[in-house]
C-alpha cells in the first residue's frame, strides 16, 4: 500500500461576470477496492446551492448553481490516497461490461486506426518488443489472453504516437489522433480503447491523477472476466499504486470534469494544477 497525497485545484476566469452558474463537477477521488480516501477537504468558490450524487458509472458529482455574478470560479479538493498496488477493481457481472465493448464517437474506427490494428497483428513487431511487454507484464500475476493482447496493442499505441501538446483538442477523435500520429494523453487512451473494441475486449477510459503529472491524467482500464486492469498507454506501463482514479466511463466525454452553463457570454479560460505527492506510507 503506498500513502498518496493529492491537491486538485481547478480555476475558471471569466472575461466579465456572469450568473446564474450551473456546473456538474467529477474531480474528486471514491473509495474504492484500490484505493482507501482520508480527510478530503472540498472548497468551491463562490457559494453555491447543490448537491452530491453519482452518476450512471457510479463516479461522485457535485452539481450546483452560483446565483450572483462573478468572474471567477474555484475548486480545491485535497486529501490523502492509499492505493494499494495489487488492488483491482472486481467485474460485478457480464451486465456491467457491455457497454464498454462497443465504439462511441471519439473512439469510432477509420483508416488511420485500421492500419494501426493491422500492425498489431505483425509477428515481427511484437517479437521485436516482446522483451518489454514481459517486463511489464511481470508484477500482474495471473496474465491471461485478454491482458497480453491488452499489453501487445498498448506498446504499439506508445510506438506509434508521438507526446506533443496542443495539437489536439478536447473533441479530438481516436482516428484524427491516430492519423496525425501526436496527441496527448487523452488521444493515446482513446486510440488504445479504438483497437480494444476492434476485438471486441471491455475496456473503459479512466480519468485520475498521478505521481509528479502536475495536471490530471489519463488511462485506460480493461476487463479480464473478473477484474478491471489499468494499462497507461502515454507511458507504456501498468497502473500501479502511483496513481489516484477519480472517474470513469466509455471515453473522455463521460469524464468530463468540468460541465455546466452560465447567462452571460464571456471569455472563459480553465486552469488546471495538480499535485500527488509520495508520503512513503509502505
Known amino acids: 500500500m503506498r500513502k498518496l497525497n493529492y491537491q486538485y485545484h481547478m480555476q475558471l476566469s471569466f472575461s466579465e461576470p456572469v450568473n446564474r452558474h450551473h456546473f456538474t463537477l467529477r474531480c474528486f477521488p471514491e473509495e474504492s477496492e484500490r484505493q482507501e480516501i482520508e480527510d478530503q477537504q472540498i472548497h468551491i468558490e463562490p457559494a453555491y446551492v447543490g448537491g452530491v450524487e453519482n452518476d450512471s458509472f ?23 490516497a492509499y492505493v494499494y498496488g ?124 498521478m505521481t509528479g503529472e502536475g495536471a490530471s491524467h489519463a488511462w485506460v482500464e480493461v476487463s479480464d472476466g473478473n477484474r478491471w486492469v489499468g494499462f497507461d498507454p502515454t507511458n507504456n506501463c501498468m497502473v500501479d499504486d502511483h496513481y489516484i482514479c477519480i472517474s470513469h466511463g466509455r471515453d473522455a466525454k463521460d469524464c468530463t470534469i468540468n460541465q455546466g452553463y452560465f447567462y ?8 488546471i494544477h495538480v499535485v500527488v505527492e509520495d508520503v512513503n506510507y509502505d
Open 58 to 80: 457510479g463516479n461522485k458529482c457535485i452539481y450546483g448553481m452560483v446565483e450572483q455574478e462573478h468572474t471567477e470560479f474555484l475548486v480545491n479538493v485535497s486529501g490523502n
Open 264 to 271: 452571460g457570454s464571456p471569455k472563459q479560460v480553465q486552469e
Open 86 to 209: 495489487d488492488g483491482y477493481q472486481p467485474v460485478y457481472g457480464s451486465h456491467s461490461v457491455g457497454m464498454f465493448r462497443y465504439h462511441t464517437m471519439l473512439t469510432d474506427k477509420g483508416p488511420a486506426l485500421e492500419k494501426l490494428y493491422e500492425k498489431c497483428g505483425e509477428k515481427g513487431f511484437y517479437e521485436r518488443n516482446i522483451g518489454s511487454i514481459i517486463g511489464i507484464c511481470d508484477h500482474i500475476g495471473n496474465s491471461n489472453e485478454t491482458i497480453d493482447r491488452a499489453f501487445h496493442m498498448m506498446n504499439i499505441v506508445f510506438h506509434s504516437i508521438n507526446y506533443v501538446p496542443g495539437v489536439t483538442q478536447v473533441s479530438t477523435t481516436a482516428e484524427e489522433a491516430a492519423e496525425l500520429g501526436m496527441g496527448v494523453c487523452q488521444d493515446y487512451s482513446h486510440i488504445l480503447l479504438a483497437l480494444l473494441r476492434m476485438e471486441h475486449i471491455p475496456c473503459r477510459y479512466v480519468v485520475g491523477m
